[in-house]
């Protein structure tokens, strides 16, 4: 079936690094965007970027341009994202979700992934 | 960007009665090549990812109850539960797919009165 799996949950110090990853299996990986979103707790959605697993392009959301970097290895039909200079306030869980690389067709993010808790604490 | 707002904040219905989400978007979301708007509707309960409920403002995802629709009017748009079940409380947020960076709503929490 359809799906992507994260990986665990992470706990880092402020001013660290960190990567999550999503391994997609079921479909054709390259046929999809893989877009990352982040929810902190209790608090609504926001959208980080995305890649185009094709050609590997990605946008940014202006908030994270700098900090963050997304990635894929079509090989292992994986997308990683890598948040750096991490803060408090980047305490939240990320999901990752894929999307039609075709527009015409695309019904938005149909799957996501479970979620990976990044908790940034000293 | 395109800034989305839902309304209200959160909304308590009884069970069998109709729930309304609204959601505006600060600029057009249609795609005139094929005539959609795109507009998603995610329903989130807690501890779960976000699931797709409606697409294009008004098609709904395979297996969704047709309890739940959603409609449009210019950049307006609305996620209509006709008749409340338990099983439908949640949070339920919008977010346009028109252009990068992609937007959501702040969310609406259903509650059962």
């Known amino acids: 079936q359809v799906q992507l799996v994260q990986s665990g949950a992470e706990v880092k110090m402020p001013g660290a690094s960190v990567k999550v990853s999503c391994k997609a299996s079921?479909?054709?990986?390259?046929?999809?965007?893989i877009h990352w979103v982040r929810q902190a707790p209790g608090q609504g959605l926001e959208w980080m970027g995305r890649?185009?697993?094709?050609?590997?392009?990605?946008d940014y959301a202006q908030k994270f341009q700098g900090r963050v970097t997304v990635t894929r290895d079509t090989s292992i039909s994986t997308s990683y994202v890598e948040l750096r200079r991490l803060r408090s306030d980047d305490t939240a869980v990320y999901y990752c979700?894929?999307?039609?690389?075709?527009?015409?067709?695309?019904?938005?993010?149909?799957?996501w992934g479970q979620g990976t808790t990044v908790t940034v604490s000293s | 960007d395109i800034v989305m707002t839902q309304s209200p904040d959160s909304l308590a219905v009884s069970l069998g009665e109709r729930a309304t989400i609204n959601c505006k978007s600060s600029?057009?979301?249609?795609?005139?090549?094929?005539?959609?708007?795109?507009l998603t509707w995610y329903q989130q309960k807690p501890g779960q990812p976000p699931k797709l409920l409606i697409y294009?403002?008004?098609t709904r995802e395979s297996g969704v109850p047709d309890r739940f629709s959603g409609s449009a009017s210019g950049t307006d748009f609305t996620l209509t539960i006709s008749s409340l079940q338990a099983e439908d409380v949640a949070d339920y947020y919008c977010q346009q797919d028109y252009s990068a960076p992609r937007t959501f709503g702040q969310g609406t929490k259903v509650e059962i009165k």
């Open positions: 294009w403002a008004s």
């Open positions: 079921g479909y054709t990986f390259t046929d999809y965007y």
């Open positions: 979700a894929r999307d039609l690389l075709n527009f015409q067709s695309s019904k938005s993010m149909d799957v």
């Open positions: 600029q057009s979301v249609l795609y005139s090549s094929n005539n959609k708007n795109y």
């Open positions: 890649i185009n697993t094709y050609t590997g392009g990605t």
